[in-house]
């Protein structure tokens, strides 16, 4: 049965130029919250996420163009460029994360694109910005994540740094790509204004490095690797049970004084050692240990009804698994059932945040087919006739 489109930009329009992750994200979010998205892709190749993923199947696909339409456009080509421009200008927002310069060569510039369509919002996802000195380098995800701080600090202590595990400097660029394309229709609705959103990975990252640049300019303080600890707050760290790992936040005063009593050893909320924030940062170390040598003697199960009864923040350690079967995911429908048209049903992630009036959703599956919806995008809305649609299939231009 069709989802209806409740979402809260239904009735705009985004063409996705981007390819792998940042800019196709980004087309994703607004997708989800209601926007038509038409995704470009090179004919016969398509966007390499088609083949990205892991397991035994490329599903990744599957999540980052939900919502979107597939059409193919060979931009190198003159009449791909003109084909190109052409489905622009019927568009609100342009999402591109070439490097940058590429599309002005293609004479798809922001002077040119906005002279037929002063309303429109251009996204600009890069390593480096549009500007400065390192703007012409290439700059995948991790290259941003180590300019921004993040891979320096992410990892152990006597370990090289650490990725993540996900692409988080692309994730990251491309939401605030999506939130300064949200901004940037605030201020059309306002003034009839189009106006250029530039996103850079390093930046996106460096937003949200807490204090770290203030910390060496007021203190001379460089952060370090830490491991799973957050340095100087204590209790906080994943703990070993008899058959897994535990997270427990305890840190603040009344907190660990709740965790002492959960532990049978209320003497450790009133031992000045212990007992106030500081004193428990300088002695984190030996500290995690008491808690560890406690969590070694609980199941999983019986230190979550622990913690629980006490009302000591803290949670399991999940993977897949464990969310598909968790009746929290289930209860808010955190997860959706997807009929894939290449592998059938799928579960995926749902549309967030939860918004109570347009909500945000998964409607249509990703496309399975590279350039899927040319004949109904290039005749429906550009208004071309099937002769001409079949001579640009014939050109190699789609």
Not at 53 to 68: A, I, L, M
Not at 144 to 165: L, Q, T
Not at 268 to 288: C, F, M, N, V
Not at 345 to 355: G, L, R, S, Y
Request: charged residues 20%; contains cysteine; aromatic residues 6%.
């Amino acid at each position: 049965m069709p989802v209806e489109n409740r979402g809260a930009l239904k009735g705009l329009r985004v063409v996705e130029m981007g390819t792998l992750i940042a800019g196709p994200f980004c087309g994703q979010l607004l997708g989800d919250m209601g926007a038509e998205v038409i995704k470009v892709e090179p004919p016969e190749m398509g966007d390499a996420m088609r083949q990205w993923g892991r397991g035994d199947h490329s599903v990744w696909w599957e999540v980052v163009s939900r919502n979107k339409k597939a059409v193919s456009i060979d931009l190198r080509q003159k009449g791909g460029q003109d084909l190109a421009r052409k489905l622009i200008g019927t568009a609100d927002i342009v999402i591109e994360n070439f490097r940058p310069g590429t599309i002005e060569g293609w004479g798809l510039g922001p002077d040119v694109l906005m002279a037929d369509n002063p309303g429109l919002i251009i996204v600009r996802v890069s390593g480096y910005g549009q500007t400065g000195p390192y703007a012409s380098r290439a700059g995948f995800g991790g290259i941003g994540e180590a300019m921004g701080g993040w891979r320096y600090i992410n990892g152990d202590p006597d370990r090289p740094p650490s990725r993540m595990g996900i692409s988080i400097g692309d994730s990251l660029a491309a939401s605030y790509a999506c939130m300064g394309a949200l901004a940037a229709l605030h201020h059309r609705e306002k003034t009839g204004q189009g106006q250029i959103v530039d996103s850079a990975l390093y930046e996106s990252v460096l937003q949200v490095m807490e204090s770290l640049i203030p910390e060496y300019v007021v203190s001379g303080f460089i952060r370090e690797r830490s491991g799973s600890a957050l340095p100087g707050i204590a209790p906080s760290n994943v703990y070993t049970c008899k058959d897994g790992e535990f997270l427990i936040g305890a840190n603040q005063n009344t907190i660990f004084a709740r965790l002492c009593q959960a532990m049978q050893r209320p003497d450790l909320a009133t031992d000045p050692r212990y007992s106030t924030h500081i004193e428990r940062g300088k002695r984190q170390a030996e500290l995690d240990q008491i808690i560890n040598d406690w969590t070694a003697t609980q199941t999983m199960e019986d230190l979550e009804a622990l913690m629980l009864e006490y009302a000591v923040p803290a949670g399991k350690m999940f993977r897949a698994p464990e969310m598909l079967s968790d009746p929290h995911f289930a209860a808010r429908e955190a997860i959706v059932d997807i009929e894939s048209e290449r592998f059938g049903p799928i579960k995926m992630q749902n549309a967030f945040p939860k918004m109570s009036l347009t909500p945000g959703s998964v409607r249509t599956p990703a496309p399975a087919e590279i350039g899927q919806h040319n004949d109904e995008i290039y005749g429906s809305l550009l208004g071309l006739s099937t002769g001409e649609i079949e001579q640009l299939r014939a050109d190699k231009v789609i």
